[in-house]
């Protein structure tokens, strides 16, 4: 089992992980460290127990606060991706089209013809 050696607060820690997670545990260390930077910084020398507990509590508190926005966005996508399902299992929406009688057409087709026939005699007349 691999030690790693870490650093918290300005002290070192020797912590023993499984093979394959040295990454893992200078991430988490370095999250830690950069809490109790903050708790140094603001507080001074304060004993080491103390140091980690209460960088370890603002730590659990930033993860609570992303674990709430973690379900309300899920829950948003659980609603989403049931409104997606709703809509692609619908019956399309049929949509009437107006039929225009055929004496409409046909009187359309004869105004067409007397237009083309005055705009020919307009022609003639100019020419």
Do not use: Y
Request: aromatic share 2%; with cysteine.
């Amino acid at each position: 089992m691999p030690e790693v050696e870490i650093h918290i607060g300005g002290r070192s820690f020797e912590v023993a992980c499984q093979e394959g997670e040295q990454h893992f545990l200078t991430s988490a260390a370095k999250m830690l460290d950069d809490e109790a930077q903050v708790l140094a910084s603001q507080i001074g020398h304060i004993p080491e127990a103390r140091m980690l507990l209460m960088a370890g509590l603002m730590l659990a508190d930033k993860t609570a606060g992303v674990e709430d926005r973690l379900r309300e966005l899920e829950a948003k996508l659980a609603e989403t991706e049931g409104m997606l399902q709703s809509l692609q299992s619908a019956e399309p929406e049929k949509v009437e089209v107006a039929v225009i009688p055929n004496e409409v057409t046909d009187t359309l087709a004869e105004l067409a013809a007397r237009a083309e026939a005055l705009a020919a005699e307009v022609e003639e007349k100019a020419g």
